[in-house]
């Protein structure tokens, strides 16, 4: 049962009758409406949509809501973007009639509670600015980020399943949120959680009753606006230590990968393919940023220790990892030395087992010691673009889905070789019960507005922009089509579900009816965000 609208009318007269409705709401500089400015908002890493008819960029979540109510009345559609780093068409718009809302400007910290251990922030608020507030107090998040965190923000993050910053202990995003404020399609400000009850003023808590977070956090922004989010919070553990390993090829590594996920001994564990550490490695210019230096010698108790360590990344370099090598990086933490050398040898114990040779800890430490760069990384170190897809499944499920996954790209290998398409691959530790596969389709063609503006200025002018490929962008839109359909047929989960993955088609019929009668209940006339999570119907 998907939800119906008839097309709104988007004649100029309308359209001057809502923006002039929303300029009594919010101030000038909150809404745009040059033609070249809302072209931006089309757009997202990968593909591009319909060009949203008004974008605005609220700083107050109250403005905000007396804004979407103004929307909705009108009939248009309401999407969210957050740091603008999906690849899935999460805020692609599908129809004209769309109002973008920008929500980068709500980016206020509201409260550090090192009482209660917990940090209310506003959902434009970015993960890198998190860390940066918390490190100083000795605090962070237990997930605390992605890898585009230094621009993807908390609400993003928590529409589109964020892991990575310690997701082999501590999972996602979505393990970390106690509260929410969220604003429905008729304006109305909903709090979840522990706010959520009367004579409540701390945030503290999630599940009093039934999970009404749990209910907005992995929606695409298909069901509300998030506009705050209260977030769990611990103390910085003192001591972490890091290792890296090469095997010989991927099944040997997802199996290493999945024990040492099982073992609890990891705070991170993730796995480079060949050529994804390649890429990196030219992408990031590990070795020589001196940044990165200066903060591995900070990160470290000792400062003497501290220099000691920086040395030993600059004599690792580059080269240290031998061709078609994969490369399994490890970051493991705790209170004491004796607890985490305990954890790096259960670890070693491990994946000796599965032929691993240990090598220098370069990739872990640098990451580690300045998590949030720029997002240089948005193109490859060639001016290629990029996009992923992503798997989550069980351990056991785990190889012989990335062998299957593996024979659709073998089945493309002449027509990518033609086309200058090529292929990396990512592979996670979340907690110890569930493992993340993430193919990486790159290819040369025109970039996007998203990829001319992210970049600092300085790095893309190192780069040159290709000329148009149309086939080689069609030839990567017909493989992930097929490798989305075999992630469905395998019953994966996936993060950024945005308007990609077929969740709805994808659910047993007693949960989509149960979905379509949550949609109809929060947004009636399914205005937010048409497309996410599959409510095709909606689409104008």
Known sequence: MHNNLSKVDISAGHNDRLEETLRSILSPDEIIMNEDDRAFYSTDVYSRGKTPAIVICPNNKDLLAKAVSAISEAGYAIIPRGGGMSYTGGYRPVREDTVTVDLSQLNQIVEVNEEDMYI??????????????????????????????????????????????????????AEIVQCLEVVLANGTILKTGQTGFKNVTKPFYRTYGPDLTGLFVHDAGSLALKVQATLKMIRTPPV????????????????????????????????????????????????????????????????????????????????????????????????????????????????????????????????????????????????????????????????????????????????????????????????????????????????????????????????????????????????RAKVVDLFARWGVASNQIGKTYPYFDSLLSENAEVMSGLKKQLDPTGIMNPGALGFKDSEK
């Open 120 to 173: 209310t922030v506003e959902a434009g608020v970015t993960w890198k600015a998190i860390y940066d507030r918390l490190q100083p107090l000795g605090l962070r998040l237990p997930f605390f980020g992605t890898f585009s965190g230094f621009k993807a923000t908390v609400g993003g993050g928590l529409s589109n399943g964020a892991l990575f910053m310690g997701t082999g202990r501590y999972g996602t995003a």
């Open 240 to 479: 972490t230590d890091f290792l890296s390993f090469c095997f010989p090829d991927m099944s040997s590594t997802a199996k290493a990968l999945s024990d040492v996920a099982r073992s609890g001994a990891a705070e991170e564990a993730y796995v480079f393919d060949p050529g994804s550490t390649k890429k990196n490695m030219a992408a990031t210019d590990i070795v020589s940023d001196i940044k990165t230096l200066g903060a591995v010698v900070k990160g470290q108790a000792n400062w003497i220790k501290g220099l000691v360590e920086g040395a030993k990344l600059v004599v690792a370099g580059r080269d240290f990892l031998q061709d078609g090598a994969y490369s399994l990086h490890i970051v493991v933490s705790g209170n004491g030395r004796g607890s985490v050398d305990t954890d790096l040898e259960t670890i070693r114990s491990i994946v000796l087992k599965f032929g691993a040779e240990e090598i220098p800890n370069s990739i872990p430490k640098a990451v580690r010691a300045n998590p949030f760069k720029p997002l240089n990384g948005i193109l490859g170190p060639d001016g290629d673009r990029w996009a992923a897809l992503n798997a989550k499944v069980a351990h056991s499920d785990a190889l012989p889905l990335m062998l299957e996954t593996e024979e659709v790209f073998k089945e493309y290998e002449d027509q990518m070789k033609a086309h200058g398409v090529f292929m990396t691959r990512l592979m996670i530790a979340i907690g110890q019960h569930s493992f993340s596969y993430e193919p990486v389709f790159h290819w040369f063609d025109e970039w996007y507005p998203v990829h001319k503006k992210t970049p600092e200025v300085n790095h893309l002018k190192t780069l040159r922009e290709p000329n148009p490929n149309p086939n080689a962008s069609a030839l990567v839109e017909e493989i």
